[in-house]
C-alpha cells in the first residue's frame, strides 16, 4: 500500500494516470455506440490500420513526436474506413469480409515498415515498437497532455451528440425520416473512433486498442437496459481500467500498460457477466432454480388434488 501511495506523490505517474483514465473513459463511451450498431470489428480494424501511418509519419520526419504519430495514424485509418466502404458498396464482398481484408493488409504493411526501420540502423527508431502494446509509463509530458486533451474533446463531442447518435445505434431509418443527416452522422461516428484509437496507441498499443472500446461497453450492457446509464457505466469501466493498468505498468517494472489496462477491462467483463442482476450467469441459474422449484411444487399440488378427488369418489 505504501508503494501505491509513494506511486502516486510522483507527478509524471499522476499524469500519465490522469491521461489514461480520459483515454479509457472516451473510449469507454464512444465504444458503447459501436457496439450497439455491431461495428465491433470496425474498432479492431483502425487500430491495426493505425500502424502504418505511425511508421510513414516516422519515416518522413525521422523523428518520434506524438502529434506527427497520430496525423499520420489519423489519415491510415481515414483511408481504412473509406476502402472498407468502398469494397461494401462496389462488390458483393459483406462488410465483416472487407474488415478482415483491411486488417490484414494495413496491418501487414504496418509490420513491414516496421521491421525496414529497425533495421535502418538509425538510434531514433528504439522504443518504436511500443506503439504494438502500448507503454503509458514511456509517455512525456506533452505526450500527456495531447492525449489528454483529446480525450476530453471526445468525451465532449459524444455528450453534445447524444441524442443524434443514439437514433443513429437503434433506427437509423426512423433519424433519416426526421431529416437527420444520417450518412454525416455515421462519418462522423467513424471519425471518432479513429480518434479514440490514434490517441490511445502510446498508452495501450494498435493491436489491443479494440478491446478498450468493446470490452466496457459490453461489460455496461450486462447491468442495465437505458442507454444513457450504459454509456456512463463504459466510461467508468473504461477509466478504471486505464488507472489499473497503468498503476501495474509502473509499479511492476515497466510492464506493457497496454495488456494489463485489457486484462483489467476483462476482468469487469468476468464480473458482469457472473453477476449483473438480470443478464448474469448467476442470476440466470437462481431463476431456472426458482422455475424448477416452482414447478415441482404445482406438480406436487396437482398430484394431491388428484388423489384427493379420486379418494372422494
Same mark, same amino acid.
Given at each position: ?68 504519430? &497520430? ?121 471518432? &473512433? ?120
Amino acid at each position: 500500500m505504501k508503494e501505491w501511495l509513494e506511486l502516486l506523490r510522483d507527478p509524471n505517474v499522476t499524469w500519465i494516470l490522469a491521461a489514461s483514465m480520459l483515454l479509457g473513459l472516451g473510449s469507454g463511451i464512444i465504444g458503447s455506440f459501436a457496439y450497439l450498431r455491431k461495428q465491433s470489428l470496425m474498432g479492431d480494424a483502425l487500430a491495426h490500420a493505425a500502424l502504418p501511418g505511425v511508421c510513414i509519419a516516422f519515416m518522413m520526419s525521422g523523428v518520434k513526436s506524438i502529434p506527427l504519430f &497520430i496525423m499520420g495514424a489519423a489519415i491510415s485509418g481515414l483511408i481504412s474506413t473509406f476502402g472498407i466502404g468502398y469494397i461494401t458498396r462496389h462488390s458483393k464482398i459483406k462488410q465483416d469480409s472487407a474488415l478482415a481484408i483491411v486488417l490484414s493488409a494495413f496491418f501487414g504493411l504496418g509490420i513491414v515498415l516496421l521491421t525496414h526501420i529497425q533495421h535502418s540502423g538509425g538510434g531514433n527508431q528504439s522504443g518504436l515498437d511500443k506503439f504494438l502494446f502500448g507503454q503509458a509509463a514511456a509517455m512525456v509530458y506533452s505526450d500527456v497532455i495531447t492525449m489528454a486533451v483529446i480525450s476530453l474533446l471526445l468525451v465532449g463531442a459524444c455528450t453534445l451528440m447524444f441524442k443524434e447518435f443514439k437514433l443513429l445505434s437503434f433506427d437509423a431509418h426512423f433519424a433519416k425520416g426526421l431529416g437527420y443527416p444520417v450518412a454525416l452522422l455515421d462519418q462522423l461516428m467513424m471519425f471518432l &473512433i479513429v480518434v479514440a484509437v490514434v490517441v490511445g496507441i502510446q498508452a495501450v498499443g494498435v493491436v489491443l486498442m479494440s478491446a478498450l472500446l468493446i470490452t466496457p461497453a459490453v461489460s455496461a450492457r450486462y447491468w442495465t437496459e437505458r442507454l444513457g446509464i450504459m454509456v456512463v457505466l463504459a466510461g467508468l469501466f473504461g477509466a478504471v481500467s486505464g488507472m489499473l493498468g497503468t498503476l501495474i505498468s509502473t509499479a511492476g517494472n515497466n510492464l506493457p500498460s497496454g495488456p494489463l489496462s485489457v486484462l483489467s477491462a476483462t476482468l469487469f467483463f468476468v464480473v458482469s457477466i457472473t453477476l449483473s442482476p438480470k443478464r448474469g450467469l448467476l442470476a440466470k441459474v437462481l431463476a431456472r432454480s426458482r422455475a424448477r422449484k416452482t414447478l415441482e411444487l404445482e406438480r406436487n399440488q396437482a398430484s394431491a388434488q388428484k388423489r384427493g378427488a379420486v379418494h372422494e369418489y
